[in-house]
């Protein structure tokens, strides 16, 4: 199914396109490649939580998780299925979690402020493939992703709501996580890719 998808793709844009070179085929094929397996991922993940009664909550947790994610980036499986397989876990086991845990306000509040340290110390974290090589834009998603996290918190603390609270905090989390040096270490990826370039 992906080799359909990609090409056929790639040969409605080459005749639409005709002088595109080999590398620029090379890097819409990359791009239309990485769109694919987000379809399917999430086909995949909103299949299991409409079956287990929880696609509001993932749907939620998916947009509080790429919030942070948009601008503080993370990192990335090396494999696909490693992709998918953690990706479901964590976002149709995460709402399941939610339902089941009551976190109090002082409790919300220390993890709060935990992760607006560590999202202001780490982020953005960026990959081999995706070095964010420009200083501007790295503080820029520095700010952008502290502020938002600092406005999750306080919605997490203030909103009348434990599942969404729970699943703010859980979204948080996950986003640091996925920039922590540690992750990055425990899975032999190389972190803050863009230190290895000269300028």
């Not at 844009?13 to 085929?25: A, F, N, Q």
């Not at 990485?34 to 287990?52: A, M, P, R």
């Not at 990192?75 to 086991?93: E, Y």
């Not at 997490?156 to 986003?175: C, K, P, R």
Request: charged share 15%; net charge positive.
């Amino acid at each position: 199914m992906k080799t359909y998808f990609l090409d056929n793709s790639l040969s409605l844009i080459k005749r639409k396109y005709p002088e595109y070179d080999e590398l620029k085929m090379a890097e819409l094929k990359y791009g239309l490649e990485g769109i694919y397996l987000s379809f399917s991922k999430l086909f995949i993940i909103f299949t299991v939580s409409i079956i287990l009664n929880i696609f509001k909550e993932t749907l939620l947790l998916l947009l509080f998780f790429n919030i942070l994610r948009t601008t503080g980036f993370g990192l990335h499986a090396s494999k696909s299925w490693i992709c998918l397989l953690t990706s479901t876990t964590l976002f149709v086991g995460g709402p399941l979690v939610a339902k089941a845990v009551t976190l109090n306000i002082t409790l919300k509040a220390i993890i709060g402020i935990i992760s607006i340290i560590l999202i202001y110390m780490f982020a953005p974290a960026d990959t081999k493939k995706r070095p964010l090589l420009n200083k501007k834009k790295r503080d820029y998603y520095k700010i952008i992703t502290t502020i938002n996290c600092i406005i999750l918190v306080f919605i997490s603390i203030f909103i009348n709501n434990d599942m969404i609270s729970n699943l703010i905090v859980l979204g948080i989390l996950y986003e640091v996580i996925m920039i922590h040096p540690t992750t990055y270490k425990m899975f032999s990826l190389s972190y803050n890719n863009y230190k290895t370039y000269k300028y």
